[in-house]
């Protein structure tokens, strides 16, 4: 009998566990399997940031940009990584959006070590390799720098290739290209390949008078989640920024981090982790001039192509900071 009431108590308390594990919200997030988003979400749930903020974090791979905003406009999704551009092109659409800043990285443009090229100009007949499309931003934003600079359009001045970056890693390093385009981490691997930065896509930034602390990359969620479930959304900023300070400041979380950054070596891995560092926004309120100034100019290099109906930065791209309270 004694047993009997034992083993109901265990049940019973069983029961109410997985009751309250059941509360707990998932918040589903669907990114590039091997983006490196994923060290920030990692840390995210192996110290249980999300569920000190009261959710779950549900990571979904997804193998191409374009498959997770699928998942996430069809919802089976609840946050994607993108960058607000893309957001404000949605919001002037009339699709509520709402962007939480996750990286200010950005890339560069490299050439071999032994390179002629010392400027843009130097890349007049040259084949240039970027990563991603005609609408890259890092590729317009250079371009506005060379007429700026320099007086002439890369873009006329030069033989472009495009291609996903690990292809174009590999045309780099095999000397096929007389620059490339990359995105950071792989400007990383780049550089201690061998390869030297002609330019960096924060100065170029810089130059054109645009704010290189503005953070291009962050989670999208949609303006439903946040009118709905509004501590979820900054649940998931302040876990964000919790992840943010341990990457920060403690090594060890890189060490054990080490095995999904595919580092082939002590100098490349030195050099991803140092790269993170550097794309750590200073704080998560954007300033919305400074992101005002940057539509414009992707606007006059993209036109509608790139941001559809958004000549303007439409209100409410950015996530608010929370009230206190």
């Known amino acids: 009998m004694k047993a009997s009431r034992i083993l109901g108590c265990l049940l019973a308390l069983f029961t109410t566990l997985g009751v309250a594990n059941a509360e707990i919200p998932k918040l589903r997030i669907s990114v590039l399997k091997f983006g490196t988003v994923n060290w920030e979400l990692d840390t995210i749930r192996h110290h249980g940031f999300d569920t000190a903020e009261g959710f779950e974090l549900d990571v979904q791979g ?4 374009s498959a997770a905003r699928i998942a996430f406009q069809g919802g089976q999704a609840d946050v994607i990584v993108s960058d607000w551009l893309w957001v404000a ?3 002037a659409a009339g699709r509520d959006m709402v962007f ?3 990286s200010k990285a950005v890339g560069g443009l490299l050439v071999s070590q032994d390179s002629d090229v010392r400027t843009l100009a130097d890349l007049k ?3 240039v390799g970027i990563a991603g499309g005609p609408l890259d931003k890092s590729w317009l934003i250079l371009r506005a720098y060379s007429k700026q600079t320099f007086g002439f359009d890369l873009k006329a001045e030069s033989e472009q290739v495009f291609g996903a970056p690990p292809l174009i890693f590999k045309a780099a390093l095999d000397g096929d290209l007389a620059g490339a385009i990359n ?7 780049m550089e201690t390949a ?14 054109l008078g645009l704010d290189p602390e503005t953070p291009l990359l962050g ?16 649940g998931l900023a302040r876990a964000s920024r919790t992840a943010k300070d341990v990457l920060a400041r403690d090594d060890a979380e890189w060490d054990r981090l080490r095995d999904r950054m595919n ?3 002590d100098a490349e891995f030195d050099a991803l982790k140092a790269g993170f560092r550097a794309g750590i926004p200073i704080s998560q309120t954007v300033d919305r001039d400074a992101a005002a100034r940057m539509l414009e100019l992707m606007h006059d290099l993209g036109g509608r192509d790139l941001l559809g109906q958004a000549s303007t930065l439409p209100d409410g791209v950015f996530l608010d900071p929370e009230t206190p309270g």
Do not use: E, N, T
Not at 62 to 65: E, G, K, L
Not at 183 to 189: E, G, P, R, S, T
């Open 194 to 207: 061998g390869m030297r930065k002609l330019i960096d896509i924060s100065d170029a930034a810089r130059d």
């Open 62 to 65: 997804a193998a191409s940009s």
């Open 100 to 102: 939480i800043p996750y």
């Open 89 to 91: 092109r949605q919001r």
């Open 183 to 189: 995105f950071w981490h792989f400007m990383a691997k």
């Open 263 to 265: 580092a082939k070596s």
């Open 125 to 127: 007949g040259g084949k």
């Open 219 to 234: 989670y999208v969620v949609k303006g439903d989640l946040l009118r709905d479930a509004p501590g979820l959304v900054h």
